[in-house]
C-alpha cells in the first residue's frame, strides 16, 4: 500500500480529530483564499494583501509561548474545545463583517489576529495530544496522514472559494467555513482525556525558557527551524495569489493554492517509502532546495497551465521537506517537552510564511510580482545551502539514533522523579 493508515486503526481518539479536521479545515481554506481577495479588492493593494500575514504573526509570536507551556501541564482537550469554538465566533466576524454595506479592513486585520492567536494556543495540545495517543514509531505515517488531510481541504477549499468569492459573493464563502466547524466541535467535545505527562511543569517563564536552551541545544532540531523559515521566507508566494488572478483571471485566484496542495497530496499518498529513509536531516535540505528551484521557474513562465504544474511540483517537495521534519520532532522530543517543542516549532513552520508573504508584497508593489517570485527562489535555494553549512549534525542526522535519545531521555526523566518522590 502507498499510504499507511495505521494510525486511524490505532486510536479511536485520532480517527475523530483526523475526520472532523478534515471536514472544518475544507471550510477554512475558503477563508484563507477569500481574505486576501477580499483586501485585494478594497485596496488594489498586494502590499495590503502581505500585511495581513503580518498582522497573523505578531499574536502567533506572543501566544505560542503561552500555548506550549499550557500544553505540557492543563487537559488538552479543554483546549482543544476552547480554541475550536473560538475560532469560529471568527469565522462569524468575518461572515458578519462581509454583509456589511462597505465591509472595513480594519475588522479583517481583527479577525485574522484572533484566529492567529487561537491557532497559536491550539497547535501545541494537537500536536501533543497526538503523541499521546499514537506510537513514536507511526509518526512519520501521521504526517502522511496530516497533510492528505490538510492537501485535501487545500485543493478543494481554494478552488471552490474563488469561484464563489468572485461569481457569488464572500458572505457564501464565510458562511460556508462557519457551517463545516461543526464536525470539529462534535469531533473535539467527543475525545477522551488524556492525562498529562507525570510530574509535568506548571506553566512559568523557566519552563518555557528550559524549552527554548533544550530545543537549541540539538542541532537537528534548530536545522529543521532555519531552513523551513528560510525556504518559506524568500519563496512563498501566498501574498501574491489576487495579483496573479489579475493576471490569468480572477476565477483562478484559488488555483494557485490549490495546485501546490495538489503536489502535496500526490506526495503524501505516495509517502509510504519514507518510513524506510533515515537520513531525515538531508532529505529535508534536498526538498527545500527542490522547492525553490520549482518556485524560481514559476516566477519565469507566462501561461497558466505550466505554472500550476511548477507549483505543484513545489508544493511536492514542500510536502517531502515536512514529513521529515514533522518526522524528527515527534520521534525524538520528550514527552514532558512536547507542548513547549510544539511552540517553537509552529512558530519555524509560520513565521517564513506570514513574514515571507510580507516581504512578497512590498517587493511586488515596488518592482513586479515576477520579480518578487524569481528573486525569492534564487534567495530560496542560496539560503538553504549557506543554512545546511551551519548545521553539520542535522545534514548528518539519523533517525534511528534520535529514537533512542528520546528512551534514555525520558528514562532518566521517570528515574529521577522517582528518587524525588523517595526523597520526599
Known sequence: MLLDLSPLKASRDYRLLFFGQLVSFFGSMMTFIVVPWQMYQLTQSSAMVGYIYLAEFIPMVVLAF???????????RKMLRFTEVGQTVVTAILLGNSLLPQPQIWILFLAVSLHAGLAAIQRPAFESFIQKVIPAEMMSAVMALNSIRFSIGMIVGPAVAGIIATQLSPSV????????????????????????????ERPSFQGIKRAWKYAFSRQELVGTYFIDIAAMFFAFPQALYPALAVIYGDKYVGFFPAAIAIGALIASATSAWTKNVHRHGLMVISAAVLWGVAIFFFGLVDSLVPALILLAAAGFFDMISGIFRGAIWNQTIPNYLRGRLASIEMMSYLTGPMLGSAKMGIVAETFSVKTAIVSGGVLCVASVLGSALFFPKFFSYDGREGIKQREIEEAERSELSRVSEAEF
Open 66 to 76: 503561552v500555548g506550549g507551556a499550557l500544553a505540557d501541564f492543563l487537559d488538552k
Open 173 to 200: 464563502a464565510y458562511g460556508i467555513d462557519f457551517l463545516t466547524f461543526g464536525a470539529s466541535l462534535i469531533a473535539v467535545f467527543m475525545l477522551r482525556s488524556v492525562p498529562s505527562p507525570e510530574n509535568a
